[in-house]
């Protein structure tokens, strides 16, 4: 099993950055495409972006020019750093992976994006 702890989180003014980070632990994760996505009240959960075993990254249009993922396998980490933050970007961040098949989430980081 994996588990994932994501942490980063915080209330941050329109325009500012936040690093979220994301630790895996129970399996090695470089071979596994990891995942960020959000749920904002109210809303479905929605992807936000994704990095695959060969460092190829994919953006959810809403992010692009403003988020990146990234990863360090030696640490079992994934990164979201996230500029030029929106009040639209307020949800509760969560950590993805899948391990044999089987779907893995965190429990989530809050990131609240207000004046």
């Known amino acids: 099993q994996v588990q994932l702890v994501e942490s980063g989180g915080g209330l941050v003014q329109p325009g500012g950055s936040l690093r979220l980070s994301c630790a895996a632990s129970?399996?090695?994760?470089?071979?596994?495409?990891m995942g960020w996505y959000r749920q904002a009240p109210g809303e479905p959960r929605e992807f936000v972006a994704s990095?695959?075993?060969?460092?190829?990254?994919y953006y959810a249009d809403s992010v692009k020019d403003r988020f990146t993922i990234s990863r360090d396998n030696a640490k079992n980490m994934v990164y979201l750093q996230m500029n030029s933050l929106k009040p639209e970007d307020t949800a509760v961040y969560y950590c993805?992976?899948?391990?044999?098949?089987?779907?893995?989430w965190g429990k989530g980081t809050l990131v609240t994006v207000s004046s």
């Open positions: 993805n992976t899948y391990n044999n098949g089987m779907p893995y």
């Open positions: 129970g399996a090695p994760i470089r071979f596994n495409a």
């Open positions: 990095i695959h075993s060969g460092e190829s990254t």
